[in-house]
Every structure is written in structure tokens, then in C-alpha cells.
């Protein structure tokens, strides 16, 4: 089985523990319909707790791989616009876009 560190560029993203991740991360909902918006960006429908839905983006990722096929929950840090992914983490296998 593939990790999320397999499914991503390993030029942008990389690997961390869940507790050297950082703060910001908040548990969605993932709607399993996403968009290839291209061969390395994924557009994907999220809500949070209190249902709030947005469509966001993961760039970077490898080509037509989708790095939260088959996840329905996951902690997802957002960009400061709220609308590119800059960490993921399923259950203890997290990712952060490197700076």
C-alpha cells in the first residue's frame, strides 16, 4: 500500500511525524469525487465539523495520483486563503508542503 509520501512530489512535499507537523490542522470530511484539474493538482470538496463545504486544492502531487482516494476523514492544513492544501494527515501518516 502506498503512503501519502508516494502519491506526492517529494520536491515539494515531505514526510513528518504527526507531532512534529505544526499547528493549523483542522479534521475534515472528504467528499471521495475529486477533480483532476491537471496530471499534478487534485481538487477535492471538504467540510469541517460544523459542515462547512469548500473546494480546495492539492497541488504538486504525482502524475494522475490521488493522494486521499478511498479517505473519508483526515486532519488537512489549509494556505491562509483556505484554498490550497499545505499538510495532510491520515491517522499518523502526514505530509506538509515544504516552503
Known sequence: MDTL???LNTDKWTEVN???RGEGFVECAINRNAKQVDPNTL????ADDAGNCR?????NTRENKN???NV???EI???EEGKTVLGIDIDGDCVVAKS
Do not use: E, F, Q
Open 5 to 7: 509520501i508516494d502519491l
Open 18 to 20: 504527526s507531532a512534529d
Open 43 to 46: 481538487a477535492i470538496m471538504i
Open 55 to 59: 473546494t480546495v486544492t492539492i497541488n
Open 67 to 69: 493522494p486521499v482516494k
Open 72 to 74: 473519508g476523514r483526515a
Open 77 to 79: 492544513k489549509l494556505d
